[in-house]
């Protein structure tokens, strides 16, 4: 019954590797996000997707991909990983407008290690 | 966009007494909304307020909302052990629909 889920939720890979992150939400919201967190806990924004379209697109190098396949899934795609990305990176929905008290729903989060 | 800044950056209180945090930012918004981590764990959303409200109660918590000091505190009343957590103030920036962050506050609650 989990809301968002994002699936691995750990995933250590040498450099230079590609990787991939799933997300699923059956909350039936209409936009999709990924954040990454850092050692800090500080939390960026990299992505959002509205209905299979990408709205927010922060300054994320083009190593990270994201696909939409349905208003449902997020993936993140990441090309030949450096140190520096490792972090917690989460999925997260919300139904935009916000209706009534509502925010965002955040899955627990992948912690990736680039070693 | 650049992110809020949550005041005290920690806080550490005795079980029953009451914990406020503070947020403050810097651009105009739809809404301000606050989350709690816990240590390892995704952010859990508590409440949301509208930039055209000034309070707002959802059981033990109570936050307000300044857009004229663009700030935002929220009040967690007779703390308990279980609310031990990072708590994250999140704007709803105008015009660009970003829920932004703050920096968080750890709160720590001593039994």
């Known amino acids: 019954d989990t809301a968002v889920s994002q699936t691995p939720k750990y995933l250590v890979t040498q450099m230079g590797n590609d990787k991939s992150i799933k997300c699923e939400q059956n909350?039936?919201?209409?936009?999709m996000y990924w954040y990454k967190q850092d050692s800090k806990k500080f939390l960026k924004i990299m992505f959002s997707?509205?209905?299979?379209?990408?709205?927010i697109n922060e300054t994320v190098p083009n190593r990270f991909s994201p696909k939409s396949p349905d208003k449902a899934h997020l993936n993140l795609h990441i090309n030949s990983l450096e140190l520096g990305d490792s972090a917690v990176y989460f999925c997260?929905?919300?139904?935009?407008?916000?209706?009534?008290?509502?925010?965002?729903?955040f899955g627990s989060g992948t912690r990736l290690t680039v070693v | 966009s650049q992110q809020g800044e949550e005041d005290p950056q920690a806080l550490s209180i005795q079980e029953g007494e009451n914990a406020t945090m503070n947020c403050s930012y810097k651009?105009?918004?739809?809404?301000l909304q606050w989350y709690r981590q816990n240590s390892g764990r995704g952010l859990v959303h508590l409440i949301l307020?509208?930039?055209?409200?000034r309070e707002k109660h959802s059981g033990r918590l109570r936050v307000t909302l300044d857009t004229s000091k663009k700030s935002s505190s929220l009040l967690i009343t007779a703390s308990r052990a279980a609310d031990t957590a990072s708590y994250f103030c999140?704007?709803?920036?105008?015009?660009?629909?970003?829920?932004?962050f703050g920096k968080g506050t750890k709160l720590t609650v001593n039994p």
């Open positions: 651009t105009s918004i739809n809404n």
């Open positions: 999140a704007t709803d920036e105008v015009p660009s629909e970003k829920l932004v």
């Open positions: 997260a929905s919300s139904q935009r407008p916000a209706r009534g008290n509502y925010g965002y729903t």
């Open positions: 909350l039936g919201h209409d936009t």
């Open positions: 997707y509205n209905n299979k379209e990408l709205i």
């Open positions: 307020i509208r930039s055209n409200e």
